[in-house]
């Protein structure tokens, strides 16, 4: 073997680390090095153990996830519908249920044409009025897709620290 720092032929060259190069030298230049250590550990990403492990974890996760996302309560799309209706069906006007509720009629109004969401006080102040429910769990669909995209990404990760 050819000492890779001084050219000399040995019979026997160890690893050494020269100024952070790794060089297989005679035991002359091996003074100058630090001693290796055997062959450089494989970068070690998670065992397929482990990978299984977290699938588990993301399955038995999601559904709270989902849960989460279920307990999203929102302002009905036919909000103005519900509460035109609730009204009429009790037989009280426009003016006196915005007096009930403490807003204003042109708020009502607006609100009843749809023209304006009500806010989350309002929400509850006409709901308990009117006996009717305003607000619906909802799944949304964009916390679904973002669920997924996570997901994903986790599992890129994984594949990642494979390679
Ligand atoms: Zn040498």
Same mark, same amino acid.
């Given at each position: 073997?050819?000492?890779?720092?001084?050219?000399?032929?040995?019979?026997?060259?160890?690893?050494?680390?020269?100024?952070?190069?790794?060089?297989?030298?005679?035991?002359?230049?091996?003074?100058?090095?630090?001693?290796?250590?055997?062959?450089?550990?494989?970068?070690?990403?998670?065992?397929?153990?482990?990978?299984?492990?977290?699938?588990?974890?993301?399955?038995?996760? *999601?559904?709270?996830?989902?849960?989460?996302?279920?307990?999203?309560?929102?302002?009905?799309?036919?909000?103005?519908?519900?509460?035109?209706?609730?009204?009429?069906?009790?037989?009280?006007?426009?003016?006196?249920?915005?007096?009930?509720?403490?807003?204003?009629?042109?708020?009502?109004?607006?609100?009843?044409?749809?023209?304006?969401?009500? +806010? +989350?006080?309002?929400? *509850?102040?006409?709901?308990?009025?009117?006996?009717?429910?305003? *607000?619906?769990?909802?799944?949304?669909?964009?916390?679904?897709?973002?669920?997924?995209?996570?997901?994903?990404?986790?599992? +890129?990760?994984? *594949?990642?620290?494979?390679?």
């Amino acid at each position: 073997m050819i000492c890779e720092l001084c050219g000399k032929n040995v019979t026997f060259c160890k690893k050494v680390t020269i100024e952070g190069v790794q060089l297989e030298v005679c035991s002359e230049c091996a003074k100058f090095g630090i001693e290796s250590k055997k062959a450089p550990e494989k970068k070690a990403g998670p065992t397929p153990v482990i990978t299984q492990r977290l699938e588990i974890r993301e399955k038995k996760s *999601r559904p709270k996830d989902v849960l989460e996302g279920v307990g999203k309560e929102e302002l009905v799309e036919d909000f103005a519908v519900r509460i035109r209706n609730a009204r009429s069906s009790k037989g009280i006007s426009q003016k006196d249920l915005a007096m009930k509720i403490n807003e204003r009629q042109t708020v009502l109004s607006k609100i009843e044409t749809g023209q304006m969401r009500p +806010d +989350d006080k309002v929400i *509850r102040k006409l709901e308990k009025e009117l006996g009717v429910k305003l *607000r619906e769990k909802v799944v949304d669909t964009q916390i679904a897709k973002g669920m997924s995209t996570s997901a994903l990404t986790l599992a +890129d990760l994984i *594949r990642m620290q494979k390679d």
